[in-house]
């Protein structure tokens, strides 16, 4: 079948925001590597992976109510389901990278190995931002079974303040990574993340409070 000028337009649109959002992030990456590259390196990367993938989730949906194809459930479909799963193995490697290194350089497990790390209070802050935005993203994998329900409303909510949380524990404690041009980058995505937040919630409302399509 053929798509119309909307779908084209929408899926150019996401594959370029991808790119665009993980090319920079891995750029930021690479230019903060000294030497090889061991878990300690390679964690902060996928952290950034996933917030990219889990931001675009918010962004493309934004654009997909702009274009007026917010009921269209097939419109993005495969692009949700295939990041959806490489989000979740990201955010779990992603603290289980640190967290095994620091238990095989003989720092124990869990919280007090990442305590020992991070001294300062505010890093610590960012640990436990990390790990509540963690919970709730994995809590949000139950959606399949009770997306439908009333009350997930909420935990869609709590989800969208898990993206605001993870975006603050990367700011605070990727100090390497947001230093110099990547740290407007990484405060324009919080921005474009704040406008898709507000967005998708303003005409969501509006349709249910005046039963558009």
């Known amino acids: 079948m053929n798509k119309s000028p909307r779908h084209r337009t929408l899926y150019l649109t996401t594959a370029l925001l ?17 030497g090889d590259v061991g878990r300690y390196e390679f964690f902060p990367l996928l952290g950034l992976m996933a917030f990219g993938l889990m931001w675009m989730h918010y962004v493309s949906g934004s654009l997909k109510r702009y274009v007026g194809l917010a009921n269209d ?22 603290p289980g990278l640190l967290y095994t290194g620091l238990y095989a350089d003989g720092f124990g497990l ?5 305590f020992a790390v991070y001294e300062s209070t505010g890093a610590r802050i960012a ?19 009770f997306g439908e329900r009333k009350w997930w409303k909420y935990i869609d909510y709590i989800n969208m303040a898990a993206m605001i949380m993870i ?33 998708n919630y303003w005409y969501d409302h509006q349709r249910r409070t005046h039963g558009t399509k």
């Open 167 to 199: 975006f603050t524990h990367a700011l605070i404690i990727g100090s390497d990574l947001m230093n110099g041009w990547f740290r407007f980058v990484w405060i324009a995505i919080g921005w474009i993340l704040v406008l898709s937040l507000v967005y």
């Open 110 to 114: 869990p919280p007090v190995s990442s």
């Open 18 to 34: 991808t790119t665009l959002v993980l090319g920079l992030s891995f750029l930021a990456w690479s230019q903060g590597v000294r």
């Open 127 to 145: 640990l436990l931002l990390g790990s509540i935005s963690l919970t709730i993203f994995l809590l949000f994998e139950l959606k399949r079974w």
């Open 73 to 94: 459930t097939s419109v993005l479909r495969r692009y949700f389901t295939v990041t959806s799963v490489i989000v979740l193995g990201l955010i779990l490697l992603h």
